[in-house]
């Protein structure tokens, strides 16, 4: 046994009846619920400033942690509750003859409940606050109530969630058991290290400078701090378990509401972000429809009617069981037609009243409305094996900007071609690499994806486009190495090119373009995506 102990002096203390409570929150919701049940019970409490006021208007007796420690809360609260006091009263061990004989002859009353919940430092540093405002929020007393309770679990509970308060009433009948408290300890923990994370974040997003060097400086240390939402029923496959975590601060996909439909999967949140990434590249009105989180079908239009037609006119076959994604809310027309195609999800800013009760005829359909806020991060997080890769996201906003494209042979194309290469080059960067998109009319006609050569990737797009291809314009994420990937697409009758450029063969890449009498532009930056 630690701290010198042996084994045989912990007396068993499996339930604790709760008769001395300390309580601190911010958070006073649900508080007055408490408060009374405490008085009933007769259980006494010491409270910091304001706390103790909402409890001692419910009845309960209430000590002022002040009157406890004999030191005036001070310093702008900044110290209230940190005192031996109230520290030996939580931390001593009553399974130790030896801790309960300290705490008598110093003349300290241990506590059997610790109530707290920490100062709102995430809601300020969200609000837009700055400098000493967040700082002065960054709960110091509350972590060490919660991290002192925690860790005496086996005499304390500690609550830090009001949600919890329920079962704390209950307890006050038939005192808190052990694997209570140990639940409750380890969800303190998670409680005070998420605290700390965004502590710790904050830090090193705002205050980390360094005189030599410019711009950027990496954290130190990262991680991503997640509260779970849903356990799902299985992973990527049946054999896996899975569950959704939500970052507190987060405005994405995993903060979408389900409006109906069966419960959300795994691959169902996967294709889901991956269709918000390709339809919210525009500002028009866009649908991406998304199979293994790869697009068969994206494009813009004045409606977002007709982009969704275009957009599942690509490839009609592998839309069935599809995800799709729309940047304007679904209306009646549309539902309409989604009504008559097997399709998995959908997920939209909003659905108009019409738009869901036509689609809520389908049982099975998933319906998610994005939150108010929705942001695509602006940064990425990719899991390896023991670490972490962390990146800025690769994110358009408002389609693709050409005004720095080199024309690198034929001449300048017709406004129509550029809105279409402009289009299939914003398009592309959703697909997987190695990517080529054909595009008509802004929109997909054929997308080859994820294929570990480029030239394959080229014939999988002129497959899908079949006639489509002849007076199509394509787009490919990377440069073409080799001619001959661009001679797959020329072969088949593109009418105009993108692509990055930048390979050591330009020459012969541009070259098999001015041949062919097709004109073709260097973007000067890649898009892969894996
Ligand atoms: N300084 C301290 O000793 C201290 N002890 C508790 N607190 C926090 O004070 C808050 C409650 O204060 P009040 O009861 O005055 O509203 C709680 O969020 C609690 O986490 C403290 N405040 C910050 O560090």
Redo the contacts with the bound molecule.
């Keep these: 046994m630690s701290a010198g102990h042996s084994a045989d002096e912990y007396r068993e203390r499996d339930v604790v009846p709760i008769r001395r409570a300390l309580i ?3 958070d006073k919701s649900g508080l007055d619920r408490l408060g009374k049940a405490l008085a009933d019970a007769g259980v006494e409490v010491v ?6 006021k909402v409890v001692a208007a419910t009845g309960a007796k209430v000590t002022e942690v002040s009157e406890l420690t004999g030191f005036p809360e001070s310093l702008d ?6 005192h031996p006091k109230v520290h030996a009263g939580i931390l001593a061990d009553l399974r130790l003859e030896a801790h309960e004989r300290q705490l008598r002859e110093l003349g300290i009353e241990p506590f059997d409940l610790v109530v ?4 709102p430092f995430v809601q300020t540093v969200a609000s837009g606050a700055q400098g000493d405002d967040v700082v002065e929020q960054i ?4 972590p060490t ?1 919660v991290r002192a309770a925690a860790k005496n679990h086996a005499n304390v509970a500690i609550v830090v969630d009001p949600a919890d308060y329920d079962a704390v009433i209950a307890a006050l009948q038939t005192g808190t058991t052990l694997a209570q408290r140990r639940n409750l300890a380890a969800k303190a923990f998670a409680h005070t290290a998420e605290y700390d994370r965004a502590v710790a974040d904050w830090f090193q997003a705002n205050l980390v400078t360094h005189p030599e060097v410019e711009g950027w400086v990496w954290p130190q240390s990262v991680g991503i701090a997640g509260e779970l939402a849903h356990v799902l029923r299985y992973g990527e496959n049946p054999h896996q378990q899975a569950a959704l975590y939500r970052q507190p601060l987060g405005h994405g996909i995993a903060q979408a509401e389900q409006l109906h439909g069966k419960e959300m999967s795994y691959n169902n949140y996967v294709d889901a972000d991956a269709a918000l990434r390709a339809a919210f590249d525009f500002d028009r009105p866009a649908v991406a429809i998304i199979k293994h989180a790869n697009p068969c079908g994206i494009a813009v239009a004045d409606t977002i009617e007709e982009a969704h037609a275009k957009a599942h006119a690509c490839d009609p076959l592998s839309a069935y069981g599809g995800v799709i994604a729309a940047n304007r809310p679904i209306t009646k027309a549309l539902a309409q037609t989604v009504k008559g195609i097997f399709t998995e999800v959908v997920v939209a800013p909003a659905f108009e009243p019409e738009a869901l009760e036509i689609l809520e005829t389908k049982k099975n359909i998933r319906l998610l409305r994005l939150p108010a806020d929705f942001t695509r991060d602006e940064t990425i997080f990719k899991q390896l094996s023991g670490g972490l890769l962390v990146s800025d996201a690769d994110n358009f906003t408002g389609g693709a900007d050409s005004s720095g494209w080199r024309l690198v042979t034929g001449e300048e194309v017709d406004p129509a071609t550029r809105r279409d290469l402009e289009f299939a080059w914003a398009a592309v960067r959703s697909v997987k690499s190695n990517a080529i998109l054909l595009a008509h009319d802004e929109a997909s006609v054929g997308v080859g994806m994820g294929q570990v050569n480029r030239v394959d990737s080229a014939h999988l797009a002129v497959n899908r486009a079949g006639a489509r291809a002849r007076d199509a314009v394509a787009a490919s994420d990377a440069f073409f190495p080799f001619a001959d990937g661009l001679e797959v697409l020329l072969e088949a009758g593109v009418r105009a090119v993108v692509q990055p450029g930048g390979s050591i063969r330009d020459e012969e890449v541009i070259a098999a373009a001015r041949k062919a009498g097709v004109p073709m532009y260097f973007t000067g930056e890649r898009h892969f995506f894996h």
């Design positions: 601190s929150v911010s409270s910091t400033g304001s706390t103790a609260g900044r110290v209230k509750t940190l707290v919940n920490l100062y709960d110091i007393g509350g109530l």
